[in-house]
């Protein structure tokens, strides 16, 4: 990816109901929203073809379920992103969840062996660092 120091910047208006907040970004950044979601999915499912579709949709529900009952911070904003890409917010919110915990396995390799070795090269490729979740 070519170096550009024309990077869009938007406002994020905090006052606003959670489901209202990316709005004004997600009608201008339609196109590049969905090509990032594409690449994600495509990504993950790389990561679990082996599974059978009844246990990646179970262990999708799971996620979703397990992040609304502790607390799932913003929600809100990731079911509104959910029904505006016509996706849903189950897959979205494993994505979410699967990318956090791939940080902070780069991060903290310490913390649980067996989730670094699982990323396989990763650590060793992108280092220890920790990802901004904003908008993904």
């Known amino acids: 990816?070519?170096?550009?120091?024309?990077t869009k910047a938007y406002e994020i208006d905090?006052?606003?109901?959670?489901?209202k907040r990316?709005?004004?970004?997600?009608?201008?950044?339609?196109?590049?929203?969905?090509?990032?979601?594409?690449?994600?999915?495509?990504?993950?499912?790389?990561?679990?073809?082996?599974?059978?579709?009844?246990?990646?949709r179970l262990m999708k529900a799971y996620v979703s379920r397990a992040y609304k009952s502790s607390g799932g911070r913003y929600v809100g904003e990731v079911e509104s992103m959910a029904d505006f890409l016509g996706e849903s917010i189950n897959d979205l919110l494993a994505l979410q969840c699967s990318f956090e915990l791939t940080q902070f396995c780069l991060a903290f390799p310490y913390a649980h062996p067996a989730l670094t070795?699982?990323?396989?090269?990763?650590?060793?490729?992108?280092?220890?660092?920790?990802?901004?979740?904003?908008g993904i």
């Not at 990763?122 to 904003?134: E, I, P, Q, W």
Request: with cysteine; aromatic share 8%; net charge positive.
């Open 1 to 6: 990816m070519k170096f550009t120091d024309k």
């Open 14 to 19: 905090l006052s606003l109901p959670e489901c």
């Open 22 to 56: 990316w709005l004004h970004v997600m009608v201008a950044e339609e196109y590049q929203m969905k090509k990032m979601l594409r690449e994600a999915k495509m990504s993950a499912d790389k990561e679990v073809r082996p599974l059978p579709e009844a246990g990646i």
């Open 117 to 134: 070795s699982a990323l396989g090269t990763m650590g060793t490729l992108y280092g220890k660092v920790f990802g901004c979740t904003s």
